[in-house]
């Protein structure tokens, strides 16, 4: 529950100033709970803007572009089809990070989504754990996470990218449905424990399955739109 001992611990003004242009204006004025979450809020926003900074999507649509064009034709149809097969699957990984970063810069979330998009930026940018574990900013979001969540980043940082990516999605896809289906929930700030709440609710049905697969429904045609995107914005 909020506030956590890692936020009493870890979190002072001097830790904040590095995120305070992601920082909702409210923070000030809020209680110690809601702080909380706007603080993690912030951070998330924060590591998707490093994130975005490792990668451009467009490059990726033109390497897989590119790389489809110039199969050769002395390939095998095996060889043809795995060279196939591995650029979907690097073209899908980019896409869908792109998608779950376009969704946190347009909404809040808090530490579950927060542990994994910086798993994924130390992976990324392939820093050694030893080394980022002596930041403030790693000591509250680990302790933060293995209070609220029992997870920890170095447990977390053991996992394949894509695993992390689709726990990312899955986790973004079921806070965004039941906080826009659930009554009485009226803003993310309001009840700040609803998070945790909804993702390790154990009690996962037939409705969290259609929600998911809905979502990669919409999430393929968001795709097929970008790859019909010119860099310039022109849709073909």
Not at 19 to 30: K, Q
Request: net charge negative; glycine share 0%; charged share 25%.
């Amino acid at each position: 529950m909020y506030p956590t001992k890692a936020f009493n611990t870890f979190v002072t003004d001097r830790f904040i100033d590095y995120f305070d242009e992601f920082l909702s204006p409210n923070y000030y004025n809020a209680d110690y709970t809601t702080q909380e979450f706007m603080l993690q809020s912030a951070l998330c926003k924060a590591m998707a803007a490093r994130l975005e900074k490792c990668f451009k999507f467009e490059e990726v649509k033109d390497n897989y572009n590119k790389k489809l064009i110039n199969i050769s034709s002395q390939l095998s149809m095996q060889e043809t089809n795995e060279i196939i097969n591995n650029q979907e699957k690097r073209l899908k990984y980019y896409a869908k990070l792109k998608y779950c970063l376009e969704q946190v810069k347009n909404n809040d979330y808090g530490i579950n989504v927060l542990k994994y998009l910086f798993t994924l930026f130390i992976k990324m940018k392939k820093l050694p754990i030893e080394a980022v574990k002596t930041t403030k900013e790693y000591s509250y979001i680990n302790q933060a996470s293995i209070e609220l969540s029992n997870s920890s980043i170095k447990h977390l940082v053991c996992l394949p990218d894509s695993v992390l990516l689709n726990e990312l999605f899955k986790t973004i896809t079921l806070i965004d449905y039941y906080y826009q289906n659930l009554q009485d929930i009226n803003s993310f700030v309001e009840d700040s424990s609803f998070e945790e709440e909804v993702y390790y609710n154990e009690n996962m049905n037939n409705m969290d399955k259609k929600i998911l697969d809905q979502a990669e429904n919409y999430f393929e045609d968001w795709l097929i739109v970008q790859m019909h995107t010119l860099n310039n914005g022109m849709v073909f």
